[in-house]
T-cell receptor, first 116, second 113 residues
Framework: ETGVTQTPRHLVMGMTNKKSLKCEQHLGHNAMYWYKQSAKKPLELMFV???????ENNSVPSRFSPECPNSSHLFLHLHTLQPEDSALYLCASSQDGAGSRNSPLHFGNGTRLTVT | QKEVEQNSGPLSVPEGAIASLNCTYSDRGSQSFFWYRQYSGKSPELIMSIYSNGDKEDGRFTAQLNKASQYVSLLIRDSQPSDSATYLC?????????????FGTGTKLQVIP
């Protein structure tokens, strides 16, 4: 299996639920990212990990909690979400850290999240 | 002012025509520019990168960069229905002392058979 894999593809959860999104990359990259994509809005960077260390938290509410146990795996733990958090959540990886001109982003297929 | 601006479209072109997608950015110090294509229900995929002023060609795709005007464009020659997708412009901008990839909202392209 190659590329960036995200599970689940679709998730419906209530506002009181706790769930987790999973991302795995098989590209040998050193940086991993969480992006949020909402209708009519640009991709919003949420979190960045370089070599398992979080290097950016883009003012994301604490109801989103990332975890990066190693360079190949990234999780996004969700709890007490709001309906406005419904969106497509995309995981991405790159060879080098964020902003490297020679290190484009490779995206997973995303998790379509609906909060009811 | 938005960091990266694109017309959301949709941009409709007939099959075989040239599609022209435009993007402007606010950070004059930006050095790296990318075009991603995103089919409906799919993830973005990189199709072009450009770093220097001028044109860069790859098959039917040409990226154009004008740093003085803070403008980057993507031309698609001989447009095909399979080119119908949303095209995202991405720019590496300086933010708080470090660099990050910033995306525009994307332009939806429809190629009419």
């Amino acid at each position: 299996e190659t590329g960036v894999t995200q599970t689940p593809r679709h998730l419906v959860m209530g506002m009181t639920n706790k769930k987790s999104l999973k991302c795995e990359q098989h590209l040998g990259h050193n940086a991993m990212y969480w992006y949020k994509q909402s209708a009519k809005k640009p991709l919003e960077l949420m979190f960045v990990y370089n070599f398992k260390e979080q290097t950016e938290n883009n003012s994301v509410p604490s109801r989103f909690s990332p975890e990066c146990p190693n360079s190949s795996h990234l999780f996004l733990h969700l709890h007490t979400l709001q309906p406005e958090d419904s969106a497509l959540y995309l995981c991405a990886s790159s060879q080098d850290g964020a902003g490297s001109r020679n290190s484009p982003l490779h995206f997973g297929n995303g998790t379509r999240l609906t909060v009811t | 002012q938005k960091e990266v601006e694109q017309n959301s479209g949709p941009l409709s072109v007939p099959e075989g025509a040239i599609a022209s997608l435009n993007c402007t950015y606010s950070d004059r110090g930006s050095q790296s520019f990318f075009w991603y294509r995103q089919y409906s229900g799919k993830s973005p995929e990189l199709i072009m990168s450009i770093y220097s002023n001028g044109d860069k060609e790859d098959g039917r795709f040409t990226a154009q960069l004008n740093k003085a005007s803070q403008y980057v464009s993507l031309l698609i020659r001989d447009s095909q229905p399979s080119d119908s997708a949303t095209y995202l412009c991405a720019v590496i901008v300086n933010s708080g002392g470090y660099q990050k990839v910033t995306f525009g909202t994307g332009t939806k392209l429809q190629v009419i058979p």
